[in-house]
């Protein structure tokens, strides 16, 4: 059994800051990529930024020098840091990790249950 479980989110003016973190456990052998998505009313969800095993960030243009990504392996945690936040960026956000529960059985992708963060005009 594998959980993501998020913290963080919640209401921000604009201009303003928040971060989101998020904690994988259960039965995990390894976790390859981690990162976080959002899904605003009546959107698809899309990715905001991933990050690999080894560190190596990669974010969606709208966020690109806003939000940083960052991740510790030893807690199997990843993090987001949003900074200058804007209307725009209010959605729930998604953990989402491809990890291995076991050494012989495939990577598959595993999500959070999301959370808010609305940002405020």
């Known amino acids: 059994q594998v959980q993501l479980v998020e913290s963080g989110g919640g209401l921000v003016q604009a201009g303003g800051s928040l971060s989101v973190s998020c904690t994988a456990s259960?039965?995990?052998?390894?976790?390859?990529?981690m990162g976080w998505y959002r899904q605003a009313p009546g959107k698809q969800r899309e990715l905001v930024a991933q990050?690999?095993?080894?560190?190596?960030?990669n974010y969606a243009d709208s966020v690109k020098g806003r939000f940083t990504i960052s991740r510790d392996n030893a807690k199997n945690t990843v993090s987001l840091q949003m900074n200058s936040l804007k209307p725009e960026d209010t959605a729930v956000y998604f953990c989402?990790?491809?990890?291995?529960?076991?050494?012989?059985?495939?990577?598959?992708?595993?999500w959070g249950q999301g959370t808010q963060v609305t940002v405020s005009s």
């Open positions: 259960g039965s995990i052998f390894s976790i390859n990529n």
């Open positions: 989402n990790a491809y990890l291995q529960i076991a050494a012989m059985i495939s990577v598959r992708g595993y």
């Open positions: 990050i690999t095993r080894d560190g190596i960030p």
